[in-house]
């Protein structure tokens, strides 16, 4: 079946411009998660959602960052005001269940902030 | 603090030359040790998963390990087509969900 899928691929952006990045899970899926990938590091885990229950934010690096989920579909990550140290690939993963479950990835939105 | 760190970085081998690369960790509430593997501009592909200290999985030239404080992923007569990076990650309760931390990596060569 479809795995997960990212939009877009690669993402160049001005400094201080918002940038959206799109997440379709695994049909199925409940749980959805979104990492940070930044150069030479590891990943960077950035929030999570499970059905209707409120988000786990505790990833977020600042208040620029934000992200929704509707049910059990799409999910959206917005960068608001870009800055340089923002360029990362943007991982998204999703899993059937939310204890142990693996984790399957998309392959990532790659943002460059000029 | 919850940490990953792999060793080596980097790692060259040549093809059939068995290898182990090594996952050591601290973390509070271990829900699980994953190791993924990750080519060039793709998203990590998932590999193995363990659970317990003593538990071992298997995939073809791949055998993953695990202890109290380290995870071993064993490689085996390895091919050219084994060449990625390979990743560790720890799985940490977050409020119902399975929030990973990861280590950086180690970029594997295999030459022929």
């Known amino acids: 079946g479809a795995g997960v899928s990212q939009s877009p691929s690669n993402k160049v952006t001005e400094k201080g411009k918002d940038v959206e990045l799109r997440c379709d899970p695994i049909s199925g899926h409940t749980a959805l998660y979104w990492y940070r990938q930044r150069l030479g590091q590891g990943l960077e885990f950035l929030i999570y959602?499970?059905?209707?229950?409120?988000?786990?934010k505790s990833g977020l690096p600042s208040d620029r960052f934000s992200a929704e989920r509707t049910g059990e579909s799409v999910s959206t990550l917005t960068i608001q005001r870009t800055q340089q140290e923002d360029s990362a690939v943007y991982l998204c993963a999703s899993s059937t269940t939310t204890s142990t479950d693996t984790q399957y990835f998309g392959p990532g939105t790659r943002l460059t902030v000029l | 603090e919850d940490q990953v760190t792999q060793s080596p970085e980097a790692l060259r081998l040549q093809e059939g030359e068995s290898s182990s690369l090594n996952c050591s960790y601290t973390v509070s509430g271990l829900r699980g040790l994953f190791w993924y593997r990750q080519d060039p501009g793709k998203g990590p592909e998932f590999l193995f998963t363990l659970y317990s200290a003593g538990e071992e999985k298997e995939k073809e030239r791949l055998k993953a390990t695990l202890t109290k404080k380290e995870s071993f992923l064993h490689i085996t007569a390895p091919k050219p087509e084994d060449s990625a990076t390979y990743l560790c990650a720890v799985g940490i309760l977050t409020g119902g969900g399975n929030k990973l931390t990861f280590g950086t990596g180690t970029q594997l060569k295999v030459e022929l």
């Open positions: 959602f499970q059905g209707n229950s409120a988000p786990d």
